[in-house]
């Protein structure tokens, strides 16, 4: 009998190695919605009220989140974006200074920076993991920097330890986005509670979701205080007499998403758990394959997510490109996506161009304070190097064992016929 790596490439003509449709993150995300759900959103409907300032949805979605985590003050929002832009506003930046970023992440994440006329400063990654370093991070260390935001990546932990030491050594705050990591773990402490401000997303992709929303949570409590303060206009949950101590949007959760929110938060160590089950028994079946690394939590005590099962291509050990092998598991009906956002984020348009605020280029072009930051190709080579040879694989709850060996067999499959 033929094996697996003896068997003719789909995309030559041979036999495919599944014909059923995989479960993808955006068509069932969130993905567990039922009864639970319904019975939620009725009580809302039938109160009357949809507004998080009369009802008891949101604020017992934040209970149960502060519980579950294990941390002080929890803050909903309106989405990611808002959840880190209430982060930033809790940090209180002055207007140029500057908070060191990841270069492989979503815009929402710049966009929280720019927004309060900070300016993001991209620290290079690690090689294998994509996420930022205590190495990489120091260097971008100047006398304006006032925090360093690390990102959780497609669901892996962050190294924290040597991340938080060295802020606390130059006075910096730690933001943790992990839009795309809940409850990811390093060393056994979750993402989000390591730093000072942890902020989450439920965008209709991630791990559990209400639509759009977002979370904002810190063990701080001037922090603390800071965060319900900027969600709401500067009023946090107190009345209309009370006077805005600083500027900030309504970003508001309402009731209905609260309501979903708090379904959706119970059944949340179930989703992550399946998750971290199908991406490790991934990673372990094809760990022998040539030519892949296989993602990997960044140690025994750490925990992946997995929002997406994200290895790294060895071009120097295979015949053909990134391109070439997303077009080859396409055909063997296991689609793998070619390089997440392709480019790190300093290569968008708007951030090359410094489209921000009309055609001033401010806060990075700054003549008035002899300031001229721009960002180019070259800056992050590990980024760049990584987005080249990162593919992006569903894998998700809805998994089951089969598919996770389909999936096996598939990658076997490709990898090793096209070795060199
Ligand atoms: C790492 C990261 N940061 C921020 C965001 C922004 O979240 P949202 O789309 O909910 O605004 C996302 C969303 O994909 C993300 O993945």
């Known amino acids: 009998m033929q094996t697996v790596e003896q068997e003719q490439l789909a995309i030559e003509g041979g036999p495919r190695t599944v014909d059923y449709k995989f479960p993808t993150n955006s068509d069932i995300s969130g993905r567990m919605f039922g009864d639970e ?10 109160s009357g ?8 949805k949101v604020q017992q979605f934040e209970e149960e989140w502060k519980k579950t985590f294990g941390v002080k003050h929890a803050v909903t929002s309106t989405s990611g974006t808002s959840a880190l832009h209430v982060g930033v506003l809790a940090v209180g930046p002055n207007p140029g200074d500057e908070i060191i970023v990841a270069p492989i992440t979503d815009i929402g994440s710049i966009i929280a920076i720019l927004y309060q006329l900070a300016v993001p400063i ?3 990654v690690d090689p ?4 930022i370093t205590a190495e ?3 260097p971008c260390i100047t006398e304006r920097t006032v925090a360093i935001m690390v990102v959780h990546l497609q669901g892996n932990a962050a190294v ?7 802020a606390r050594k130059h006075n910096l705050l730690v ?7 809940h409850m990811a773990a390093y060393n056994g402490r979750y993402a989000g ?4 401000i942890g902020c989450y997303s439920f965008q209709q992709s991630k791990h559990m979701t209400t639509g759009d929303g977002g979370m904002t949570v810190t063990n701080n409590d001037y922090l603390g205080e800071r965060i319900m303060l900027a969600h709401n206009k500067g009023r946090g949950r107190s009345g209309r007499e009370s006077q805005p101590p600083f500027l900030a949007p309504n970003y508001r959760m309402t009731e209905l998403q609260g309501a979903v929110g708090l379904a959706q938060l119970r059944k949340l160590p179930t989703i992550t758990g399946l998750r971290t089950k199908w991406g490790n028994l991934l990673s372990d079946l094809v760990d022998d394959v040539p030519g892949i690394i296989p993602p990997r939590a960044p140690t025994p005590e750490s925990t992946h997510v997995f929002w997406n099962w994200c290895p790294l291509a060895k071009l120097e050990e295979l015949s053909v490109g990134l391109d070439d092998l997303s077009q080859a598991f396409a055909h063997e009906g296991v689609g793998f996506g070619a390089g997440y956002t392709r480019t790190p984020i300093y290569e968008y348009d708007v951030l090359k161009n410094r489209r921000f605020f009309g055609e001033s280029g401010y806060p990075l072009h700054d003549p008035a304070n002899g300031r001229d930051v721009r960002y180019y190709t070259g800056m992050c080579p590990n980024a760049e190097g990584i987005l080249k040879r990162m593919l992006v694989r569903h894998i998700n709850e809805k998994c089951t064992e089969e598919m996770v060996h389909d999936m096996a067999r598939a990658i076997r499959k490709v990898f090793t016929h096209y070795a060199k």
Do not use: Y
């Open 160 to 166: 924290m330890d040597p991340i938080v030491e060295l």
């Open 136 to 138: 990489t991070i120091e």
């Open 193 to 196: 509670t390591i730093g000072d």
């Open 175 to 181: 933001i943790e986005d992990c839009s795309q990591a």
């Open 122 to 124: 991209f620290a290079d």
């Open 128 to 131: 294998i993991s994509g996420i």
């Open 37 to 46: 759900e319904i019975a939620e959103l009725t009580d809302v409907i039938r």
């Open 49 to 56: 009220n949809l507004n998080v300032l009369g009802g008891p």
